[in-house]
Nanobody, 115 residues
Framework: QVQLVESGGGLAQPGGSLRLSCAAS????????MSWARQAPGKGLEWVSG????????VYARSVKGRFTISRDNDKKTLYLQMNSLKPEDTAVYYC????????WGQGTQVTVSS
């Protein structure tokens, strides 16, 4: 099956860290740029970060730049999002995707930042 499965979410304190993973199967991720997006409660989908197919460069939304780091391991077919200095505003369901593919999004992983 062609699939993306997010994991690593959970509860974090403000200022804390979480590392999200996105495991891919059924397609060659090295052929595609990958990205993370999130949806906060009651809000629309927000693009968070993207990374080139070979991991050579990355871009970030202004809201997370300097705090989040996107990376990938194409051999392991996995995309990552290291989230540091977390804020309550980061609370959302996080999804990974391959924008130029037709691979369905996964179920997402819940991130909750609260004291």
């Amino acid at each position: 099956q062609v699939q993306l499965v997010e994991s690593g979410g959970g509860l974090a304190q403000p200022g804390g860290s979480l590392r999200l993973s996105c495991a891919a199967s059924g397609f060659t991720i090295s052929s595609y740029a990958m990205s993370w997006a999130r949806q906060a409660p009651g809000k629309g989908l927000e693009w968070v970060s993207g990374i080139y197919s070979d991991g050579s460069d990355a871009v970030y939304a202004r809201s997370v730049k300097g705090r989040f780091t996107i990376s990938r391991d194409n051999d392991k077919k996995t995309l990552y999002l290291q989230m540091n200095s977390l804020k309550p505003e980061d609370t959302a369901v996080y999804y990974c995707n391959a924008p130029n593919s037709q691979v369905p999004w996964g179920q997402g992983t819940q991130v909750t930042v609260s004291s």
